[in-house]
């Protein structure tokens, strides 16, 4: 069963540091999302991202944050200068244009910075 | 108005019983009503989900009740094992052209079922 896979499953930085999260979407989505949960709360949209440009973003996304599609297979998000409250999972999502339109989620990599 | 309220935020059922969980949301553009359940360390992953023309939909031992003039909807799990001890997380989304927006998540249930 075709999956979403997340690369590293866990990234500890320092403060200040530039981190790059990696996600492979699933082969035929074309839609695809960044969701983080803070431990023990909720998971929260960040942006979604659609024919290479995003399409929305929350207040969470601001000017540290970016994303990029960088070949036909790759979805990263990148932090420029990690603050300490960057610390939490953060899960890529994606979904097919037709069909059932389901998201289907990463399983995530845990931030830590410290 | 993008929230989505849920309750309670923890529950403990004996195997063999019913769990259920509800929700409630404000902002009616939203068309889709998903279910995720978490383990712990793991992504949400899509449990069962329903659209707002239907008032009720069963999986297997799971069914979302669907309320569209009050807002609300629930999710029963029926024989509640020790495997479905997770996180229950109801979201809402609204369709964005062929696909679906971003998914707003509630804050979540955390299920335990003991023996």
């Known amino acids: 069963e075709p999956e979403v896979t997340q690369t590293p499953s866990h990234q500890v930085t320092q403060m200040g540091q530039e981190v790059i999260l990696r996600c492979v979407p699933i082969?035929?989505?074309?839609?695809f999302y960044w969701y983080r949960q803070i431990l023990g709360q909720k998971v929260e949209f960040l942006v979604s991202?659609?024919?290479?440009?995003?399409?929305?973003k929350s207040e969470i996304f601001d000017d540290q944050f970016s994303v990029e599609r960088p070949d036909g297979s790759n979805f990263t998000l990148k932090i420029r200068s990690t603050k300490l409250e960057d610390s939490a999972m953060y899960f890529c999502?994606?979904?097919?244009?037709?069909?059932?339109?389901?998201?289907?989620f990463g399983p995530g990599t845990r931030l830590t910075v410290l | 108005q993008q929230q989505v309220k849920q309750s309670p935020q923890s529950l403990i059922v004996q195997k063999g019983g019913i769990s259920i969980i509800n929700c409630a949301y404000e902002?009616?553009?939203?068309?889709?009503f998903p279910w995720y359940q978490q383990f712990p360390g793991k992504g949400p992953a899509l449990l069962i989900a329903?659209?707002?023309?239907?008032s009720e939909k069963k999986e297997g031992r799971f069914t979302i009740s669907f309320n569209k003039s009050a807002k609300q909807f629930s999710l029963h799990i029926m024989d509640s094992q020790p495997g479905d001890s997770a996180t229950y997380f109801c979201?809402?989304?609204?369709?964005?052209?062929?696909?679906?927006?971003?998914?707003?998540f509630g804050p979540g249930t955390s299920l335990s079922v003991i023996p």
């Open positions: 999502a994606s979904t097919e244009i037709a069909g059932i339109n389901e998201q289907f």
């Open positions: 082969s035929n989505h074309l839609y």
């Open positions: 991202f659609y024919n290479n440009e995003i399409s929305e």
């Open positions: 902002n009616t553009a939203f068309d889709y």
């Open positions: 329903i659209r707002p023309d239907v």
């Open positions: 979201a809402a989304s609204t369709r964005l052209g062929t696909s679906y927006d971003k998914v707003i």
